[in-house]
């Protein structure tokens, strides 16, 4: 079974700065990525999707993230946050063959503070 | 955003009742999902349909039963509530042309089981 690791619980960083929130995962076929954004009190919305194609995805509020097959991995990446970007970052896959059913990590709490 | 709602927000149940939790679409997506969100674990499928009838089980179903008999709703039901119940439920309906689509959310229901 196919199994998502976010090892970052939280991320504090300032405001202005660059922050990488990590997402590794395990599986031995092809697989499609999402990242989702909760801020409180809230449903997911979807941050960015890498589907095929290009290995790095942009998505919206200047996020961006970086398909590595290699290392199983899909890191999301902003170069400056903001105040507004406080909020739990769950990456999750669907793995081929495997209908069209999300596999959540745990989550990762960004903090962005003044 | 899309056409999700889910109903009620919020409800407080006692031990051993019946629960039901509703999600509506207004996208006439095929497929829908129930998870629920709980501190540490992210988001875990309970139960998903890939249209009217058809229904499955996620990684969480015990204690819990769906029904589609609508392309639009898709009911969520504890027979015998419990507190290990207690949670955040989400419920997401994805479609497209493709094998695999990202998952749009509705806005949760809080569970509280006493």
Known sequence: AQSVTQLDSQVPVFEEAPVELRCNYSSSVSVYLFWYV????????????????????????????????????????????????????FCAVIVTGGGNKLTFGTGTQLKVEL | DAGITQSPRHKVTETGTPVTLRCHQTENHRYMYWYRQDPGHGLRLIHYSYGVKDTDKGEVSDGYSVSRSKTEDFLLTLESATSSQTSVYF?????????????FFGPGTRLTVL
């Open chain 1, 38 to 89: 909760q801020y409180p009190n809230q449903g997911l919305q979807l941050l960015l999707k890498y589907l095929s194609g290009s290995t790095l995805v942009k998505g919206i509020n200047g996020f961006e993230a970086e398909f590595n097959k290699s290392q199983t991995s899909f890191h999301l990446r902003k170069p400056s946050v903001h105040i507004s970007d406080t909020a739990e970052y």
């Open chain 2, 91 to 103: 419920c997401a309906i994805s479609g497209g042309r493709g094998p695999y689509n990202e998952q």
